[in-house]
């Protein structure tokens, strides 16, 4: 098993920014990519940004010039820098790591629980 930790989430005005962290642990040979999807209510779950163990990262359109995903010195970490948020960021945020767990062959994907983030004045 692989366990995902995050922190971060929170009630923000508009323009304001939050930091997003996310910390996997337990049963890893080796991590693929991480990155961080978010779902509204009423909408699908969406990818806003990921980032593979070589840094090249992928971003939403919608988040693109504002948002900032970047490992961290600590082994499997990451973060999401967000800036000027706007209300449409509004949503459970969740981290995902894929990569390969000792002893399961083949590519594996977890989900951290997800945090809250409001963007609201």
């Known amino acids: 098993q692989v366990q995902l930790m995050e922190s971060g989430g929170g009630l923000v005005q508009p323009g304001g920014s939050l930091r997003l962290s996310c910390a996997a642990s337990?049963?890893?040979?080796?991590?693929?990519?991480m990155g961080w999807y978010r779902q509204a209510p009423g909408k699908e779950r969406e990818l806003v940004a990921s980032?593979?163990?070589?840094?090249?990262?992928n971003y939403a359109d919608s988040v693109k010039g504002r948002f900032t995903i970047s490992r961290g010195n600590a082994e499997n970490t990451m973060y999401l820098q967000m800036n000027s948020l706007k209300p449409e960021d509004t949503a459970v945020y969740c981290c995902?790591?894929?990569?390969?767990?000792?002893?399961?062959?083949?590519?594996?994907?977890?989900w951290g629980q997800g945090t809250q983030v409001t963007v609201s004045s």
């Open positions: 337990g049963n890893i040979a080796s991590t693929d990519v």
């Open positions: 995902n790591w894929k990569g390969r767990p000792y002893y399961i062959s083949g590519l594996s994907a977890y």
């Open positions: 980032i593979t163990t070589g840094g090249v990262t």
